[in-house]
């Protein structure tokens, strides 16, 4: 059972549809329903391709919606309109993005860039307390404040993406989507970074989600792990539950394709095959999306798309084998 018990963020049938021409829409979200709840780390991950990272930014309303909702502690996040409203929203919810070099202005000096929000919202109220503010914000994520006049090529991708975590907090936010924000670092930066995330997630009472292609970081600082495929939500559990007992094919699938440090596990563990390509979001499946790839499709995966159901506490899957109403199809699989 999830220890959080209030929701921050309440997703409701959220789509994103991308139009490509007349006669093609490509599907990039097709109806997302989860919640994240306050203090916690919600993880978001899939193969490149299936959605992810317009869900974070359809949430975060850098994409307007198609279709469906986000609720921000009640509220409708796509229904707020006049600036002031924007405004408020934009301070509560900040993003770390994925290419630390390309989300940085070359041309601003690190202190104008972490202190660019810190002047939108009238956050201090003199030359000096910008400066002091933003060489706090350096040292919280561990650099000096002497780089503040530096310009971000003069940096690794490490410190990059450090400085990019400073300006997501200069606005004191309650919720973070980070999207793939290791991807781009060496293997031997990226647990720092995580471990930097986690540590100033315990002190500032950050909420976050995360997305990622990495399951085995994704296991380290999630509490909940949701898997989507082509546009849609496959599974949602706790870290542990989803690791221990996963129950949709898709999650078996990712699950069996990440490495076991123990060699003699390695050696004897069965790895899960997936035939066939990833299909395109502008022509998907009828039916289940996964079915054309999935070892135990049968005919009902073709006609009814699965319904999203808890199928024990916290344990969500949309998988025909695990509805009552099919038990039966599957038998013999």
Request: charged share 30%.
């Given at each position: 059972m999830s220890n959080f018990k209030d929701k921050l963020v309440e997703i409701r049938d959220l789509r994103k549809h991308f139009k490509i021409d007349r006669n093609?829409?490509?599907?990039?979200?097709?109806?997302?329903?989860?919640?994240?709840?306050?203090?916690?780390?919600?993880?978001?991950?899939?193969?490149?391709?299936?959605?992810?990272?317009?869900?974070?930014?359809?949430?975060?309303?850098?994409?307007?919606?198609?279709?469906?909702?986000?609720?921000?502690?009640?509220?409708?996040?796509?229904?707020?309109?006049?600036?002031?409203?924007?405004?408020?929203?934009?301070?509560?919810?900040?993003?770390?993005?994925?290419?630390?070099?390309?989300?940085?202005?070359?041309?601003?000096?690190?202190?104008?860039?972490?202190?660019?929000?810190?002047?939108?919202?009238?956050?201090?109220?003199?030359?000096?307390?910008?400066?002091?503010?933003?060489?706090?914000?350096?040292?919280?994520?561990?650099?000096?404040?002497?780089?503040?006049?530096?310009y971000p090529h003069e940096f690794s991708g490490g410190q990059r993406q450090r400085i990019g975590i400073a300006r997501a907090l200069a606005v004191n936010p309650e919720f973070i989507v980070a999207d793939e924000p290791i991807s781009a670092l060496d293997v031997s930066i990226q647990a720092q970074v995580v471990n930097l995330m986690k540590r100033l997630q315990k002190e500032q009472g950050l909420t976050y989600l995360f997305i990622a292609h990495d399951l085995s970081m994704v296991r380290h600082i999630s509490d909940r792990v949701g898997v989507m495929y082509l546009g849609n939500m496959a599974e949602i559990a706790t870290s542990e539950e989803l690791y221990e007992n996963p129950l949709h094919p898709y999650t078996r699938v990712l699950l069996s394709a990440v490495p076991i440090p123990d060699p003699n596990l390695e050696r004897t563990r069965e790895r899960i095959e997936v035939k066939g390509e990833l299909p395109s979001p502008i022509n998907p499946p009828s039916g289940c999306v996964f079915r054309t790839r999935c070892p135990f499709a049968t005919d009902v995966c073709a006609k009814e798309r699965p319904i999203f159901q808890e199928h024990k506490i916290d344990h969500w899957v949309a998988c025909h084998m695990f509805d009552k109403r099919y038990k039966d199809e599957f038998k013999n699989k």
């Open positions: 093609n829409t490509l599907k990039a979200v097709d109806g997302l329903n989860f919640d994240i709840y306050k203090g916690e780390t919600f993880g978001l991950v899939g193969e490149s391709g299936c959605g992810k990272s317009t869900a974070g930014r359809t949430i975060m309303r850098l994409y307007d919606a198609t279709d469906g909702e986000v609720f921000f502690k009640g509220e409708n996040v796509h229904g707020k309109k006049s600036n002031q409203e924007l405004k408020q929203f934009n301070q509560n919810m900040q993003m770390i993005f994925q290419d630390p070099y390309a989300s940085l202005n070359p041309r601003m000096t690190i202190t104008d860039i972490i202190a660019e929000g810190l002047d939108i919202h009238g956050l201090t109220k003199s030359k000096k307390e910008r400066v002091e503010r933003v060489n706090e914000l350096l040292e919280t994520v561990g650099l000096n404040k002497e780089h503040g006049n530096r």
